[in-house]
């Protein structure tokens, strides 16, 4: 199986590469669009701002390429908020896979609350879909400051703030607003859930 890392203008993107060296799965880091769409699994992390991150894919011609692919596509943090139509940070429209736009938690009515929103929470509602259902319950690690607001293609939630979407899939793209290369054991089940999707 070869796997596709997509490298852009985005942080953390070598933690992934790392957690998939944990699993001993072959991969590449790459902006080469062959590369890409040859891929059996392709993944989109990222860590970073939305709008110069989509300025960048722009530039890049990887927002058309990562709408066209047809193989498995997971989206990880800023990679799932890119996916969406538009994301308040920076007021950007987005890839549009998910026709849902991205918010930003409003901690007004109880500044006990922390933007960004960081550390572990629970998976909750997980449906049937690519992410196993003996994870409902599991804590997994969340840093971000905008959200998913539950919908349509939810397949997980958690609760911070607001109820939001953990993980959404459409097709062939899952996306999830948690970091599983930082979720230790249940982290590492749902990369390899993933890994094993069909193509």
């Not at 080469?32 to 890049?60: R, Y």
């Not at 596509?73 to 950007?92: D, Y």
């Not at 996306?175 to 230790?184: D, G, L, R, T």
Request: hydrophobic residues 40%.
């Amino acid at each position: 199986m070869k796997v596709a890392i997509i490298d852009y203008n985005a942080g953390n993107i070598q933690s992934v590469s790392y957690a998939l060296e944990r699993l001993d799965i072959e991969h590449e880091v790459t902006d080469n669009a062959e590369v890409i769409t040859s891929a059996d699994k392709v993944i989109f992390p990222g860590v970073g701002e939305a709008s110069t991150t989509m300025n960048h894919l722009k530039i890049m011609g990887l927002n058309r390429l990562i709408k066209d692919l047809r193989q498995p596509v997971l989206g990880i943090c800023l990679g799932m908020q890119l996916m969406c139509r538009h994301s308040e940070e920076g007021n950007v429209d987005c890839l549009g896979i998910f026709e849902v736009d991205v918010n930003r938690f409003d901690n007004n009515f109880n500044p006990d609350f922390k933007i960004p929103h960081m550390g572990w929470n629970q998976l909750q509602n997980i449906q049937d879909s690519w992410i196993p259902k003996e994870l409902n319950g599991e804590h997994v690690y969340f840093v971000h400051s905008y959200f998913v607001p539950v919908n349509e293609n939810t397949m997980a939630k958690t609760d911070y703030i607001t109820p939001f979407s953990a993980a959404i899939q459409k097709n062939n793209f899952y996306a999830v607003q948690f970091h599983p290369e930082k979720s230790a054991a249940a982290g590492q089940k749902i990369l390899k859930a993933f890994l094993n999707i069909e193509s």
